[in-house]
T-cell receptor, first 110, second 115 residues
C-alpha cells in the first residue's frame, strides 16, 4: 500500500464548477500537507500547504486536512480552463522527504 | 533567476547505454533533490543533497544509478547501463534550505526513453 493514495482521474468538469480533489494517507506521523499543480510537460509547482488539521484558503483554492480520518482535500471554486492540470497531494513528517500522491488529472471545459 | 535548469529536455537511448542527466539549481539554494515520475509509481524521491553532500540516497533504485554534486551549481544523475524500465521523466528540484516549509522549485524535467 502506498503511503499517499490519490485517484488518477481524469476528472472533467465544466467551467465555473466547484472541483473537489482528494487524497488519503496511511502514516499518522505526517504533519505537513501540500498540493502541487503540474501543467503538461512542466515540473510541479507548489499551490499551498497546510500544517496539521484544518482549512486554509487562498483565493479560489481551499485546502482541507482531517487527520482523524487521514484525508486531505483541495477545493477549487469557479474553476477555469487554465486550472486544467494534474494536481498532486503531498505529505511530510517535518523532514526533507516529501511523499507525493500519483496525481489527479483535471480538465475544465470552456 | 532562470529557475532550475535541466538538460537535456529529452533523451532517447538504447538499452545498455550510459545516460547522464544534468541539473543547475537556483543560485543560493543549498538543497537539491532528484525525482523520477512515472504513471505507475508517481513522483518518487531518488536522492537528496544538502550543501553538495548526499544525505539520503535510499530512493536510488539500483547500483546502476549514481548521482554527484561537485559544486553548488551543478549536479548529475547517471544511469549505467540503462534499461527500458528506466524510461520516465526525471526532475531536479532545489530549495533554499532543507526545511519542510521551504518550497521546492522544480525544473522542467528530462523525459528519458530507453529502447
Amino acid at each position: 500500500q502506498k503511503e499517499v493514495e490519490q485517484d488518477p482521474g481524469p476528472l472533467s468538469v465544466p467551467e465555473g464548477a466547484i472541483v473537489s480533489l482528494n487524497c488519503t494517507y496511511s502514516n499518522s506521523a505526517f504533519q505537513y500537507f501540500m498540493w502541487y499543480r503540474q501543467y503538461s510537460r512542466k515540473g510541479p509547482e507548489l499551490l499551498m500547504y497546510t500544517y496539521s488539521s484544518g482549512n486554509k484558503e487562498d483565493g479560489r483554492f481551499t485546502a482541507q486536512v482531517d487527520k482523524s480520518s487521514k484525508y486531505i482535500s483541495l477545493f477549487i471554486r469557479d474553476s477555469q480552463p487554465s486550472d486544467s492540470a494534474t494536481y498532486l497531494c503531498a505529505c511530510n513528517t517535518g523532514g526533507f522527504k516529501t511523499i507525493f500522491g500519483a496525481g489527479t488529472r483535471l480538465f475544465v471545459k470552456a | 533567476d532562470a529557475g532550475v535548469i535541466q538538460s537535456p529536455r529529452h533523451e532517447v537511448t538504447e538499452m545498455g547505454q550510459e545516460v547522464t542527466l544534468r541539473c543547475k539549481p537556483i543560485s543560493g539554494h543549498n538543497s537539491l533533490f532528484w525525482y523520477r515520475q512515472t504513471m505507475m509509481r508517481g513522483l518518487e524521491l531518488l536522492i537528496y543533497f544538502n550543501n553538495n553532500v548526499p544525505i539520503d540516497d535510499s530512493g536510488m533504485p539500483e547500483d546502476r544509478f549514481s548521482a554527484k554534486m561537485p559544486n553548488a551549481s551543478f549536479s548529475t544523475l547517471k544511469i549505467q547501463p540503462s534499461e527500458p524500465r528506466d524510461s520516465a521523466v526525471y526532475f531536479c528540484a532545489s530549495s533554499e534550505t532543507s526545511g519542510v516549509l521551504d518550497e521546492q522549485f522544480f525544473g522542467p524535467g528530462t523525459r528519458l526513453t530507453v529502447l
